[in-house]
């Protein structure tokens, strides 16, 4: 039918076909992997095309995944940076370039943040609250000291640097809850399983508690406590973050207790955001994921309804 110059009747879309740069972290963790898939399906579903970078845990590569989309005139740039420091100098590339940057899953610790257009993610200082809470209430009739070996997520990163926050905020109420160790195990099975043995070996028999940044650095724990001859779960109680199945398959076991949910699946809600800005709508610059929490109790019931 007739129309106005410039739009079209029928089935015209809320934006043309778009090219998306996402420059994700690595594939560290059930977490991340879930991540890059409801990323990937969520923008083919759009109908846009997807150029992917996985940076192996690595800053130079996600600097260099950058400068390459910059190249090649992307209409939009996502970033999960893996550390919150280091990148504002490419990123200011970016916005010469008149490229909108989306920041996935974590931030970056930089002032001018009209170098990205919103940060789309969990609060990662709340899950270390929810994490500490639920502990607080575990341990309320317990009168001695409660010793607690933390092992962290990834040196520099936001969901390690805050849920370590967000965990002493509690605990610091509370002196009989003690972290007697703490050292990263840079979110992945193999090396939480490592540092856990190191734990082990210094002061087994003095550990009531694992706080672990992620499930996958607790599953890697739960087999250094078992190989150690204790039982995970009951000796040892086991806190964990992401809400994986790995962590649903832990706690039907009887070996974990809690997992507070970080949700990955925000593929979806990171298209329309980009759509939105580029159709000239005003955008948050801060846009949280909604997110529970999840413990051995509930496990059985809820495993076969976890996606990720
Ligand atoms: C959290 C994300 C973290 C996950 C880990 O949003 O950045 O990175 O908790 C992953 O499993 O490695």
């Avoid at 129309?3 to 090219?19: F, R």
């Avoid at 936001?158 to 009989?176: C, L, Q, T």
Wanted: with cysteine; glycine share 8%; proline share 3%.
């Amino acid at each position: 039918g007739q129309t106005e110059s410039g739009t079209s009747s029928g089935d015209s879309k809320s934006s043309d076909k778009l090219v998306i740069g996402f420059s994700q972290v690595g594939a560290e963790s059930e977490w991340r992997t879930a991540n890059t898939k409801s990323m990937q399906e969520a923008i083919k579903a759009a109908g846009h095309e997807l150029k992917f970078s996985d940076a192996q845990q690595k800053q130079e590569n996600q600097i260099k995944a950058i400068r390459s989309f910059i190249a090649q005139k992307v209409d939009a740039i996502v970033f999960s940076p893996v550390v919150e420091t280091g990148f504002e100098t490419v990123l200011q590339e970016a916005k010469d370039a008149g490229i909108p940057v989306f920041l996935s899953d974590r931030a970056v610790d930089i002032e001018d943040d009209s170098l990205w257009v919103t940060f789309l993610g969990s609060d990662f200082v709340e899950e270390g609250r929810k994490a500490a809470n639920w502990l607080v209430e575990e341990t309320a009739d317990v009168d001695g000291d409660v010793n607690i070996v933390e092992l962290q997520g990834t040196v520099g990163s936001a969901p390690a640097i805050d849920r370590k926050e967000g965990f002493e905020e509690v605990i610091a109420d509370h002196p009989n809850l003690k972290i007697t160790k703490s050292q990263t195990g840079d979110f992945t099975r193999a090396k939480g399983k490592e540092v856990m043995e190191a734990f082990l070996k210094a002061d087994g028999e003095n550990i009531d508690v694992l706080y672990s940044h992620n499930d996958d650095m607790a599953i890697g724990a739960i087999q250094a406590i078992e190989e150690y001859g204790l039982k995970p779960g009951e000796d040892i109680k086991i806190i964990g973050v992401d809400a994986v199945k790995g962590a649903f398959e832990a706690m039907a076991a009887g070996k974990m207790n809690v997992t507070v949910e970080c949700n990955p699946l925000f593929g979806p809600q990171m298209v329309d955001l980009i759509e939105a800005h580029l159709a000239g709508e005003e955008i948050d610059k801060r846009v949280a994921v909604e997110e529970s929490m999840y413990t051995m109790d509930q496990a059985e019931e809820l495993l076969p309804t976890r996606e990720y």
